[in-house]
C-alpha cells in the first residue's frame, strides 16, 4: 500500500510570491495535517482537513492556507513568502477523524531566496 | 510556536546495547502519545503509540513506557542497530476534537558501530 505521498520534492522561491504545496494521503484516509519543520524549531502543526473542511488551524498567519479535494488530496498554498518561510513541509494523513495515528509522508523542502 | 528545540539533545549508544529515550510532556490531559523517528531528509516514520489509559506498551524491539503522574514518556530500544541512528520525537494528542500533535524537541540517537 502507498504511503502519503508529496510534490514536489523541492521548491525554491523568491520573497513575495505564492508556493503551492500538494499531498496524497494514504488510501483511505480522510484526514489530512500540514506540519512546518523549520531547522531549530522542530514540528509545529500548521492545518488540519477532514471531508473537505478545514477543522483546525494553528498559530499561522492567514497567508498560510490550503484545502481538500473530493479525493482527499490536499494542497498548502503560501502567500507573499518570508524568507522565516523556508522549512521542510510535512504531510500526514490518518484514517479517521479524532485520536487516530498520523503517518507521515517525505516532506517539500521550500527554500525562500 | 508550541513547539521549541533551540538545541537537539544526542545519546550516544554502543551497537548491541539497550536504548533510552525520554520526552516529558505537557498537557495532563493528553490521552493519546506516539514515537516517531525521523531519518536525515525523510518525513517522521511512526514506531509505536500508547493510550493514557495504558502504561506500558511492547512492539518489534521497541517498548514505551507512560508515566502519567509525572507526565513522562520513554522509549526503549533493544539491542540497538545503526539502522535505529535518526531523531526520536514524541507527541501527544491533547484532544480528539482538535486532533493536533505536539511535539517534543526530539533526540538524536547516535549508534556507534
Known amino acids: 500500500e502507498a504511503g502519503v505521498t508529496q510534490s514536489p520534492t523541492h521548491l525554491i522561491k523568491t520573497r513575495g510570491q505564492q508556493a503551492t504545496l500538494r499531498c496524497s494521503p494514504i488510501?483511505?484516509?480522510?484526514?489530512v495535517y500540514w506540519y512546518q519543520q523549520a531547522l531549530g524549531l522542530g514540528l509545529q502543526f500548521l492545518l488540519w482537513?477532514?471531508?473537505?473542511?478545514?477543522?483546525n488551524r494553528g498559530n499561522f498567519p492567514p497567508r498560510f492556507s490550503g484545502r481538500q479535494f473530493p479525493n482527499y488530496s490536499s494542497e498548502l498554498n503560501v502567500n507573499a513568502l518570508e524568507l522565516e518561510d523556508s522549512a521542510l513541509y510535512l504531510c500526514?494523513?490518518?484514517?479517521?477523524?479524532?485520536?487516530?495515528?498520523?503517518?507521515f509522508g517525505p516532506g517539500t523542502r521550500l527554500t525562500v531566496l | 510556536g508550541e513547539s521549541v528545540g533551540l538545541h537537539l539533545p544526542t545519546l550516544s549508544v554502543q551497537e548491541g546495547d539497550n536504548s533510552i529515550i525520554n520526552c516529558a510532556y505537557s498537557n495532563s490531559a493528553s490521552d493519546y502519545f506516539i514515537w516517531y523517528k525521523q531519518e536525515s531528509g525523510k518525513g517522521p516514520q511512526f514506531i509505536i503509540d500508547i493510550r493514557s489509559n495504558m502504561d506500558k506498551r511492547q512492539g518489534q524491539r521497541v517498548t514505551v513506557l507512560l508515566n502519567k503522574t509525572v507526565k513522562h514518556l520513554s522509549l526503549q530500544i533493544a539491542a540497538t542497530q545503526p539502522g535505529d541512528s535518526a531523531v526520536y520525537f514524541c507527541a501527544e494528542n491533547i484532544d480528539g476534537a482538535t486532533n493536533k500533535l505536539i511535539f517534543g524537541t526530539g533526540t538524536l540517537l547516535a549508534v556507534q558501530p
Open positions: 488510501s483511505g484516509h480522510t484526514s
Open positions: 500526514a494523513s490518518s484514517l479517521h477523524r479524532g485520536t487516530d495515528t498520523q503517518y
Open positions: 482537513y477532514d471531508e473537505g473542511e478545514e477543522r
